[in-house]
């Protein structure tokens, strides 16, 4: 059980008016809110700890050196990574999977090898792929879905040859929701010889994360989807094959010795960590990661799990009956009702649900609930190829965190039904 | 006789003062001006038509009667549509001179930018642009 009034007060966020309703932050898929533990760390190391880290023999910087690291063995633990070195810091997911690209591409991928994607993915798991497969000449590869919004595991089988040399999937959609068989794509994967990336953007919030017990090859994660800062992210990948990439950027950090005629690198993480990085966010991150530790994914996803079954039948509920503003059910007729249409209906699914409204663009939708103060995100979730597989130009998707509650969503369905009135 | 610009932009404001600022209401009003906009011929929405920057699709067919500077237009959703029709109500039937030479203080005055966001006001901006350019042409077509 959590305790959602004690859960709200660690965000102060979400104590304001927005159009002078109460705000209704149902748009945790795009970005979580903060808690205050997360916020003050943030203060405190600004005005207390800043120092560059690493190579300095002065106290601010051991500090914040110690603190920094702090986060990786945290962040170790939340993946079960084996060891420290496997994790290094990002800006977030987009970075994290360019970098794989980038590196682990450049170097292994060759004419004729195919990369596996998902026909779910966002963008972020869809470009880098098409940027490196164009380089080397290899070829991109869909598995395709269902009406669902499941992957076809059979058509998986079919794309898979010793041709293959990488699997790039979203572990959970952004747009959709829908958890992904992912053990089962990595036993396949590897059947094959081929290695696995997931895009785990929206499931580290949401489900146990072990990448030991699932054997993934790479985990890319973002911690502003994890109630962490904006502008860091972590790539976990398999300590051999970071051995055996080349680097992603030059400069300070990474290196071992550099003369003008030759340099030589550092040990992993840091040869993938060049520059100063984001320190005060990667030491902030730490306290998003033990707020959801100490809370327990468990009792997060049946919170969650909860608030998606509510705002399904509510919403389903609209197009059965005349509901009236009280939420009593008057008339069990066809209603003349704009219908609504649920999009992603996997049978396995976190906290997220797209939905359209006949007749309505799903910009409007958003609007009007914004008026409403409520905050859900419209369009085509940077999922373009997703959007024309299902035939949409976009959806109105409400996400939901463990800060949110069935009061907020009765609001919901209550400007809903308002919208859907003919 | 037409009303002036100044005068249909006075009826706009004290129309959007009766929501006192309640947002909701205020979006409710423009779908219905949307749907106030006569219909647009099929024939005339193409690409050609289409104003560019706008998030949402806007398809803005102006011809030039007597004189008169005339519209048809048509958005993909309903609110970009009732923003549309406050162009088209204040600048249908108008000269290309009155047009160009009008300044549409209605804008601020309703306080448009904090009603539609910046993404919807760059897209209105253009809408003006592209109204302006045609009123441009007309005149020196003259």
Known sequence: MVEINKIREQFPILHQKVNGKPLVYFDNAATTQKPLSVIEALNTYYTKDNANI??????????????????RKTIQAFINARELEECIFTKGVTESINLVAQTWGRKFLQVGDEVVITCMEHHSNIVPWQMICEEKGAILKVIPINDSGELLMDEFDKLLSPKTKMVACVWVSNALGTINPVKEIIEKAHAVGAKVLLDGAQACSHLDVDVQTLDCDFLAISSHKLYGPTGVGVLYGKRELFEA?????????????????????????????????????????????????????????NHEKELLHYLVNGLLRLNETDVMSSGVETHHYASPQKTITLIG?????????????????????????????????????CTQPLMNRLGLDGTVRASFSVYNTKEEIDVFIEAVSKLVKK | MRKSIEDIQEEIISNFELFEDDMESILFYLMDL????????????????????????????????????IFEADSNTEITKGLVSLLVEIWIGQTPDDILNSELFFIEKIGMSRMIGSQRSNGFTSMIKQIKMYALAYKTSQ
């Open chain 2, 34 to 69: 949307g749907k106030k906009l006569p219909a647009m011929s099929e024939e005339h929405k193409t690409e050609e038509y289409i104003v560019k920057g706008c998030q949402s699709k806007v398809w803005l067919f102006p011809s030039f009667v007597e004189g008169k500077v």
């Open chain 1, 345 to 381: 209906t996997a049978k396995e699914k976190v906290s997220v649900q797209s939905f359209i409204i006949e007749g309505m663009h799903h910009f409007d939708v958003g609007m009007m609930l914004d008026a409403r103060g409520i905050a859900v995100r419209t369009g085509h979730h």
């Open chain 1, 54 to 71: 690493h190579r300095a023999a002065h106290t601010l910087a051991a500090r914040s050196t110690e603190m920094f690291e702090d986060t």
């Open chain 1, 245 to 301: 990439m080349p680097p992603y950027q030059g400069g300070g950090e990474m290196i071992k010795e550099v003369s003008f005629e030759r340099t030589s690198y550092n040990e992993i993480p840091y040869k993938f960590e060049a520059g100063t990085p984001n320190i005060g966010d990667v030491i902030a991150f730490k306290y998003a990661l033990d707020f959801v530790n100490e809370l327990g994914k468990e009792n997060i996803r």
